[in-house]
T-cell receptor, first 110, second 113 residues
Framework: QKEVEQNSGPLSVPEGAIASLNCTYS??????FFWYRQYSGKSPELIMF????GDKEDGRFTAQLNKASQYVSLLIRDSQPSDSATYLC??????????FGTGTSLTVIP | DTAVSQTPKYLVTQMGNDKSIKCEQN?????MYWYKQDSKKFLKIMFS???????INETVPNRFSPKSPDKAHLNLHINSLELGDSAVYFC????????????FGSGTRLTVV
């Protein structure tokens, strides 16, 4: 079983819609959760992190964490074509360990 | 100013050769990493250095050797390159091991022919 699982997609949404990206993780003791965006041919860039159960909002992005269900998601409101990228979920179970999912490819259609 | 810079950006080489990739960060971070991203976009950690000491050494072949002359630099040397080594290698840094919000370098696309 992989430590972090994401639906690889591709996920297509129309411009202006809400994009919902999901991630599950296997280590129940995980403490920190991150979302990275990676444009084609570029390096990953950190867009959100969350440590506590519930929602965390930053502009058009909302991260949601449910530790009981071992589930973290990213919502992108008012999706724009510039949001088209691969979104990587990353989990820090303990100490030095840090695992990435394989990413979900998002396409926002104008 | 580039926060995490790595060179070269592209590297094409023949099987059996030895090559190095260099990484430097000017963020004052204590921890640096090497990640390998395969063709399916899977990012896997290879090494982590915290203030010049190796902290993580995942199960990578010993043909790969990290070298950190100081906490701002982490280089990756690869001996006897194989076809399966073809991937994008990312250097990254973070404030410390307890704060793994990474800043990534732009990546080195290694192609072994």
């Amino acid at each position: 079983q992989k430590e972090v699982e994401q639906n690889s997609g591709p996920l297509s949404v129309p411009e202006g819609a809400i994009a919902s990206l999901n991630c599950t993780y296997s280590d129940r003791g995980s403490q920190s959760f991150f979302w990275y965006r990676q444009y084609s041919g570029k390096s990953p860039e950190l867009i959100m992190f969350i440590y506590s159960n519930g929602d965390k909002e930053d502009g058009r992005f909302t991260a949601q964490l449910n530790k009981a269900s071992q589930y973290v998601s990213l919502l992108i409101r008012d999706s724009q074509p510039s949001d088209s990228a691969t979104y990587l979920c990353a989990v820090n179970p303990t100490g030095n360990q840090f695992y990435f999912g394989t990413g979900t490819s998002l396409t926002v259609i104008p | 100013d580039t926060a995490v810079s790595q060179t070269p950006k592209y590297l094409v080489t023949q099987m059996g050769n030895d090559k190095s990739i260099k990484c430097e960060q000017n963020l004052g971070h204590d921890t640096m990493y090497w990640y390998k991203q395969d063709s399916k976009k899977f990012l896997k950690i290879m090494f982590s250095y915290n203030n010049k000491e190796l902290i993580i050494n995942e199960t990578v072949p010993n043909r790969f050797s990290p070298k950190s002359p100081d906490k701002a630099h982490l280089n990756l040397h690869i001996n006897s390159l194989e076809l399966g080594d073809s991937a994008v290698y990312f250097c990254a840094s973070s404030q410390d091991m307890g704060n793994p919000g990474y800043t990534f370098g732009s990546g080195t696309r290694l192609t072994v022919v």
